[in-house]
């Protein structure tokens, strides 16, 4: 799930950046903090999207900078059980696909696929069931359901799985949806 939060922190404004434009040097080391990083509490923290106070600085006796508490808001993408994601695979191995949910990837384990016996094809890079002869390959469009979150202190795990109904490649979907209509 995609949000938008507020953030307080305090900023450490060099002295090399006295001078300058307060909100522009202020956003500046936000971004290099905050941006691109994964935090276990909040989820992956993707742009800061504007500063919305900084507050006066102060300065602490043997060291010259100037130190600003500050609000501001930061686009972040926290993953949740059971929510349905739609990615692309973006890469398939023996024991499963990796499918990019944005700007993290999950795994779909080949048990998770399909109901179906999965085959995999080396040479292609598909996994391709037995009976239905659906074949699964990279750049492939997919719904999938959040079914495991496994988070360390800088990297989040997600396994998926797409073998309910309504979930899968999209052309599964549409084969499904058309033989629920027939």
């Not at 939060?5 to 909100?23: A, C, W």
């Not at 995999?120 to 598909?126: I, L, S």
């Not at 699964?136 to 988070?151: G, P, Q, V, Y």
Request: aromatic content about 8%; charged content about 30%.
């Amino acid at each position: 799930m995609y949000r938008i939060i507020t953030i307080n922190d305090t900023v450490r404004v060099p002295p090399k950046e006295f001078g300058k434009d307060l909100s522009v040097t202020v956003l500046g080391i936000l971004r290099n903090k905050y941006e691109c990083k994964w935090d276990a509490d909040i989820g992956y923290l993707l742009v800061v999207k504007s500063v919305r106070k900084v507050n006066v600085g102060r300065v602490i006796p043997g060291d010259g900078a100037a130190y600003h508490d500050v609000d501001f808001e930061m686009l972040i993408y926290t993953p949740k059980i059971f929510e349905i994601v739609q990615g692309e695979i973006v890469e398939i191995l023996e024991f499963g696909a990796f499918m990019r949910l944005g700007p993290m990837d999950g795994l779909v384990h080949v048990s998770q696929i399909t109901n179906d016996f999965i085959n995999f094809d080396k040479k292609n890079r598909t996994l391709t069931g037995k009976e239905s002869k659906h074949i699964l390959k990279e750049k492939d469009l997919c719904m999938a359901r959040i079914i495991t979150l496994s988070s360390k202190s800088d990297v989040t795990k997600i396994g998926l799985t797409m073998r309910q109904s309504g979930l899968g490649k999209l052309e599964w979907i549409q084969e499904e949806k058309q033989q629920g209509e027939a």
